[in-house]
């Protein structure tokens, strides 16, 4: 199994279909292209994005569907193109592509980009990170808003 | 903010170097063509959100920040097919 050298997790073996490639990079992080998919047992469901590349650099995630059942997928036909995929229709959540949303800390908690979705196709690992304009959906999905503060 | 007009077909220009061309009016969406010198950059509004966002995901640490999100989430997500192993 392949080794990688991380920050938060120390040197860490994986399996190389875990490996993922962002052949434009991330927004922000356009020429970061190799990443593994990690999700650890303790942690569950939280998912690493580790960089291949750069030790420091790892996405917290979630399922998508962990946090919107209902989720409405919304890949635009370049996206999906770049991802190997039928462009006149949406692929299947969990059955075609993996989605993943990045879990973010703001001032009053976790949120999570459900705009922008990272959409992996399962069967060539390839991966965008989809934005999805007229979605409606928040970059910034609070994670608890349901919590209520005792007082 | 300044409002205007615009026909399809019809061009704004933005000082000396940038042309803005409305392209297609559909039902509900615009096509617009833009066209500005190289190094300016031209985003989607949303775009430039992600991107803010993917800077502030990436400060997270795997330390407490990621032990007190674990605390808080109650869900019965059922894990997926990759897993990861920490060597010792």
Same mark, same amino acid.
């Given at each position: 199994m392949p080794l990688a050298q991380t920050i938060n997790f120390g040197t860490i073996s994986y399996h190389p279909d875990a490996a993922i490639c962002f !052949?434009?990079? +991330? !927004?922000? *992080?356009?020429?970061?292209?190799n990443f593994v998919v990690l999700q650890f047992q303790d942690s569950a469901p939280l998912t690493f994005i580790q960089s291949l590349e750069t030790p420091d650099l790892c996405f917290v995630a979630m399922p998508v569907l962990a946090i919107e059942p209902q989720y409405r997928l919304e890949v635009s036909r370049e996206d999906l193109e770049e991802l190997g995929l039928a462009s006149d229709r949406q692929p299947r959540m969990g059955v075609e592509v993996l989605c993943l949303t990045i879990v973010s800390l703001g001032e009053s908690g976790p949120t999570a980009n459900l705009l922008a979705p990272v959409v992996v196709?399962?069967?060539?690992r390839k991966a965008v990170q989809a934005v999805?304009?007229? &979605?409606?959906? &928040?970059?910034?999905?609070? +994670? *608890?808003?349901q919590e209520v503060v005792a007082c | 903010m300044l409002m205007m007009s615009r026909r399809e077909g019809e061009v704004i220009l933005i000082g000396e170097q940038i042309e803005i061309v409305i392209a297609h009016i559909g039902r509900s969406r615009v096509k617009v063509g833009i066209r500005a010198p190289r190094e300016m950059p031209v985003l989607a509004h949303e775009v430039k959100l992600v991107k803010d966002e993917n800077l502030a995901a990436a400060?997270?640490?795997?330390?407490a920040e990621i032990t007190s999100i674990l605390k808080k989430i109650n869900s019965n997500a059922s894990s997926f097919c990759v897993t990861g192993r920490k060597e010792n």
């Open positions: !052949p434009k990079g +991330l !927004p922000a *992080f356009e020429e970061r292209r196709n399962i069967r060539n999805a304009g007229e &979605s409606g959906y &928040s970059h910034q999905h609070a +994670l *608890f808003a | 400060k997270i640490s795997a330390g």
